[in-house]
């Protein structure tokens, strides 16, 4: 346990947001966020004062977390990583697998949270191809203790399940990123142009289950996860693809994991599709410009161009009558940027 993680324990165990932690200790969320991250180390009267404040004692602080000063610390990095049948994208919050078994008859999405190493398993669902069956399970958020919703009796005692972080230690790291702690706002449009915008207003994530729907988004720049289940309409989509922004919207250049059921599953994008051995570096981004407001079939894939927009507010002409709307002001969990 490094000394950031350490004082994180204690701020959890006592129920404290990074603020209210940062309140009673005279510093900021973001001095609190450096500390637990190992960014930055806390004076030794911050030490002491944490020791009084919570009845622990210095020693427990600093022997558990004297790796911190160790040279060979091995930090925790948000990444994507891949191997011949799976891909794990990590944040420090979240780690979603989209998988298959090696004969692609079982196609597989996993959903932990947690902090960093420290996941469980809140939200599963594969898609037998022989069968063709899909079966899920997800904890409600924020439950206590955790319900969950499936229409599996062999999923859904899985849920709770430790998250495996060896598991990525033999696969290839395609990217990788960091989680923006800074709290500085997001461009607008005026300030940055549409393509930046899209780019920095997309690059982070989002989690929602309740009885009526469970849904979780992840966009690290380069790709993008999309894991949602709704169980009265029976609709479960599980996809993976690459969305590259150009000059006036959004390249869908590869779609390289899909599970989905919808209705009979006869609409055009009801099929199932696994290939992990597609990557971003085959897309060609087109350098014309689309008509505003059209969704366009290309040779080098879907082309969601520019509907309307003003400084806060994107939307892009989805397929159909489809909109993709994005926001500056869109509430996430975690936003990202590139790791530079």
Same mark, same amino acid.
């Given at each position: 346990m490094t000394l950031g993680q350490r004082i994180q324990q204690?701020?959890? +165990?006592?129920?404290?947001? /990074?603020e209210e932690f940062a309140e009673k200790l005279g510093t900021t969320r973001q001095s609190v966020s450096r500390w637990e991250l190992d960014q930055t180390y806390p004076e030794i009267s911050k030490i002491v004062l944490i020791s009084k404040i919570f009845s622990v004692t210095t020693d427990s602080i600093l022997k558990d977390g004297i790796s911190t000063f160790d040279a060979d610390v091995d930090y925790f990095t948000c990444g994507v990583y891949r191997s011949a049948n799976c891909e794990i994208v990590e944040t420090e919050k979240f780690a979603l697998m989209f998988y298959c078994s090696s004969d692609k008859n079982i196609l597989g999405a996993k959903l932990y949270q947690g902090y960093e190493n420290k996941k469980r398993l809140?939200?599963?669902?594969e898609r037998d191809q022989l069968e063709e069956k899909i079966e899920y399970a997800y904890f409600l958020e924020n439950?206590?203790?955790?319900?969950?919703i499936s229409n599996s009796e062999r999923?859904?005692?899985?849920?709770?399940?430790a998250y495996d972080s060896n598991v990525k230690n033999s696969m290839r790291r395609l990217e990788s990123f960091v989680v923006d702690h800074t709290g500085t706002s997001l461009p607008t449009v005026k300030d940055a142009s549409i393509p930046k915008c899209l780019a920095s207003w997309r690059m982070a994530d989002n989690y929602y289950a309740n009885c009526d729907q469970f849904i979780f988004f992840l966009c690290t720049g380069k790709s993008e996860y999309v894991f949602f289940i709704?169980?009265? +309409?029976?609709?479960?989509?599980?996809g993976a693809s690459y969305n590259?922004?150009?000059?006036?919207?959004?390249?869908?250049?590869? /779609?390289?994991?899909?599970?989905?059921?919808y209705k009979d599953n006869s609409e055009k994008f009801c099929s199932f599709h696994c290939d992990f051995s597609f990557e971003s570096k085959e897309i060609r981004i087109p350098t014309e410009q689309c008509e505003l407001g059209k969704?366009?079939?290309t040779d080098k894939g879907l082309m969601w161009c520019v509907k309307r927009y003003n400084d806060d507010e994107i939307v892009l002409q989805g397929c159909g009558d489809d909109e993709y709307i994005y926001r500056r002001t869109d509430k996430r969990i975690e936003h990202f940027t590139a790791d530079t």
């Open positions: 204690i701020r959890i +165990e006592h129920g404290l947001s /990074q809140v939200a599963i669902c439950s206590d203790p955790h319900t969950a999923l859904a005692p899985r849920l709770g399940g709704k169980p009265k +309409e029976v609709d479960i989509y599980c590259i922004v150009f000059d006036l919207g959004l390249l869908s250049g590869g /779609q390289f994991f899909r599970i989905r059921n969704c366009l079939e």
